[in-house]
């Protein structure tokens, strides 16, 4: 486990900016060490918002998106093209843009896919493409990402695993069919906790008030059945990134005074 690295700007236009500007240079150093680079994107406002700001920044070009592969943490298992569907927004906002690969987009089933109404089908489905994708270096059953970005909702929810839920026990499976969500739609595909720390770097993204007592309840070493966001983490990185809302709560030792 990584002890948490609390980054807290201004507002949560600039934390957009910067978290797209630290993603830029992940990812072109990963594509210098290895090759490729493989980046798992979180939806909701703050995702939508990094990934708006990606492409507006000039520096996005230095990224060679022919060699990225872009996983999903969660979706709502809605139909394809759905514009509440991660993947539909994540176009919108970035992908159709940019020059990808469209075999290295891993985009996650969609209701009206092969898989219909089966969600614990296309969980399973969606695990053994991650299984397909890892590498005898992982040494798992998913790829080791260089970064896995989530956002933290209200009540400390990650991905689709939401406090207290079966979701979020999960111990042996990479990723799940979620039933009865409490946040619509009730019916979602997620990566497991375990999945997600499998990743080099996980970036918990929260800005706005509302986020300031998930935050605070997070990183005051909560469980993680009570509080998913405290169990998230990397192998050798975890960074919050917050505004000066969603920080509001927390005690200014754990963070650079600078920053606040």
């Not at 990584?2 to 600039?14: I, Y």
């Not at 150093?29 to 680079?37: P, S, V, Y």
């Not at 906002?93 to 075999?103: G, M, Q, R, S, T």
């Amino acid at each position: 486990m990584t002890t948490p690295q609390v980054v807290v700007h201004r507002d949560k236009e600039l934390m957009a900016q910067a978290a797209a500007a630290r993603l830029i240079t992940k990812v072109v150093d990963a594509q210098a060490a290895r090759g490729t680079a493989s980046v798992v994107l979180t939806g909701g406002r703050n995702g939508n918002a990094l990934l708006a700001a990606l492409a507006a920044a000039p520096a996005r070009d230095a990224v060679d998106w022919s060699r990225l592969d872009l996983w999903w943490g969660d979706e709502r298992y809605l139909p394809a093209e759905d514009p509440e569907r991660n993947v539909t927004q994540a176009r919108a906002a970035l992908l159709d843009a940019v020059p990808l690969d469209p075999a290295r987009v891993h985009a996650m089933p969609a209701s009206d896919g092969p898989y219909g109404p089966d969600v614990d089908a296309a969980a399973a489905a969606y695990a053994a493409e991650l299984a397909r994708a890892a590498t005898p270096e992982d040494h798992g059953p998913v790829p080791c990402f260089d970064v896995l970005m989530l956002g933290v909702g209200p009540d400390t929810h990650v991905a689709s695993l939401f406090p207290e839920h079966p979701a979020v026990r999960e111990t042996e499976r990479t990723v799940v069919g979620v039933h009865g969500a409490p946040k619509p739609p009730p019916t979602r595909v997620s990566l497991t906790l375990p999945t997600i720390r499998a990743a080099r770097e996980v970036w918990l993204l929260a800005a706005g008030e509302d986020k300031a007592g998930a935050v605070a309840i997070a990183l005051g070493g909560a469980g993680e059945v009570q509080a998913p966001a405290a169990a998230a983490y990397g192998r050798t990185r975890t960074l919050w990134l917050l505004d000066r809302a969603a920080a509001a709560k927390l005690p200014t030792a754990m963070y650079p005074p600078a920053l606040s």
